[in-house]
């Protein structure tokens, strides 16, 4: 309107420029004509405004308003949907409801998100899949199967979604749309029974273990405060830095190739023991539990875990392997194999002495590891069935048992022996193993009446 206005007194100036020119050459006469010519034209072009101002301004005015009030009802229509949703125009983002928000990790950030390209939350791969969707939103079509797109989230990684769009006028000019999707990966799937109010950051805060998230890249984009009370780090100085900046020089290649592994998708989670590097230096053992943050196989995401103190286990398992050597290098002066087998008809061994190499000629690998191997074939063929029906007719009797038979070494040799052992029940009374000492009869004792 204000070009209409501005244009018309231009030409009014003009047009007295020029009469008034022509006045100068022809008289007086004409110059009177041309002076009421422009007044009269320029109080028709100011009548003309007047009239017609009013009326472009109501009009303008009233689909201001209709345009607000609309989008307004498609802004709390939007927020009022319990699945996630955007409304569009055209491409650019003119709102986002709360799912929408929560499902990609950007709470907080709907100023940002307000006025920025929707392809920004797009997987690259996919533009084309939206712009074709676009195109036919825009014609008032609605396709009637599912269209798959993936959404990138806050952390990087992509969730595969079923998508809808729907034009939301029906007038031609136009280009709002409302974008919903629902997200393939049940990790995103938001449960009618999830209370948005519940504080479960104060859970997590208070874990006695590590909690953390990696991006696609390996880097750490959470940690809880677990993490200071463990390691000394501040949790601010070790986000984006990768968890093999702070592992053990001999354990970072096994941390690194497994957490790629789970990153890009080819194995949907692991548990490894690894030692981390705390701010003094000092060596750590902690058990990482990792998996993916998708369901979907080979697709690239971020990676969620926790990371356990297992010190005292690791000081336990070493004391133990400790005392089961100097055990062992007892055990070993003794003439004779301490053993531990089971219940059954092949005496299976769960642990023996090194002993057995001068009982048997057989070592306790072969013994415990060799399924081709077992006790009861080293014992003499004809001894076999009576060594066990005495055994059980004993601990029958007494929970003990004492026997003398023959066994066949491993050189072919006959050799008599002397087995002294116990049953071990449970508090039901139930038989579970069989624990003794085996040691072979010096020659001279052979006299000694056998089994068999």
Request: net charge negative.
């Amino acid at each position: 309107m204000s070009i209409f206005i501005f244009s018309t007194m231009i030409i009014s100036i003009i047009y007295l420029i020029v009469l008034s020119a022509w006045h100068s050459i022809e008289g007086p006469f004409l110059a009177h004509i041309a002076i009421l010519v422009t007044i009269a034209i320029a109080i028709f072009s100011a009548a003309l405004v007047f009239i017609i101002q009013p009326l472009f301004t109501k009009t303008s005015s009233s689909k201001k308003s209709d345009f607000t009030q609309q989008l307004s009802w498609l802004r709390e229509t939007s927020n009022a949907l319990s699945s996630p949703a955007v409304l569009l125009d055209g491409f650019i983002v003119k709102f986002v409801n709360t799912p929408f928000l929560r499902t990609l990790g950007l709470v907080g950030l709907e100023d940002q998100i307000k006025g920025m390209p929707f392809t920004n939350i797009i997987h690259p791969a996919d533009h084309q899949i939206f712009a074709e969707l676009n195109a036919e939103a825009a014609t008032g079509k609605t396709k009637n199967e599912s269209t798959n797109i993936r959404l990138i989230s806050l952390d990087g990684s992509a969730i595969p979604s079923n998508v809808s769009l729907t034009k939301m006028r029906e007038e031609r000019d136009s280009n709002l749309t409302l974008f919903q999707f629902t997200p393939l990966s049940a990790e995103h799937t938001l449960g009618s029974s999830f209370d948005t109010q519940f504080n479960y950051h104060f859970i997590i805060d208070k874990l006695e273990q590590i909690v953390f998230q990696l991006d696609f890249e390996g880097k750490i984009i959470f940690l809880n405060p677990a993490w200071e009370s463990f390691l000394e780090y501040k949790v601010a100085d070790s986000i984006n830095k990768t968890i093999s900046v702070f592992t053990h020089p001999e354990d970072k290649h096994m941390v690194e190739s497994r957490l790629e592994s789970v990153a890009h998708g080819r194995n949907p989670s692991f548990t490894i023991d690894l030692r981390l590097i705390a701010l003094q230096g000092e060596a750590t053992w902690f058990r990482l539990r990792a998996r993916s943050s998708s369901n979907i196989s080979g697709e690239r995401t971020s990676v969620v875990g926790t990371i356990t103190n297992i010190q005292d286990v690791k000081d336990a398992e070493a004391q133990h392997s400790a005392n089961r050597r100097a055990a062992n290098a007892l055990l070993s002066h003794i003439p004779g194999m301490i053993y531990r087998c089971r219940h059954d008809r092949s005496w299976t061994f769960e642990y023996v002495s090194e002993g057995c190499i001068d009982i048997t000629g057989y070592d306790s690998l072969e013994l415990l590891h060799d399924p081709s191997l077992t006790y009861n074939l080293i014992i003499h063929p004809t001894d076999r069935a009576a060594v066990w029906s005495s055994i059980n007719q004993q601990i029958t009797q007494d929970e003990t048992f004492n026997v003398i038979y023959r066994i066949n070494t491993r050189k072919g040799e006959t050799k008599l022996v002397q087995e002294v052992g116990r049953g071990v029940f449970s508090s039901t009374g139930e038989l579970l193993a069989l624990e003794g000492f085996i040691t072979a009869i010096p020659e001279t004792h052979h006299n000694v009446t056998t089994l068999s």
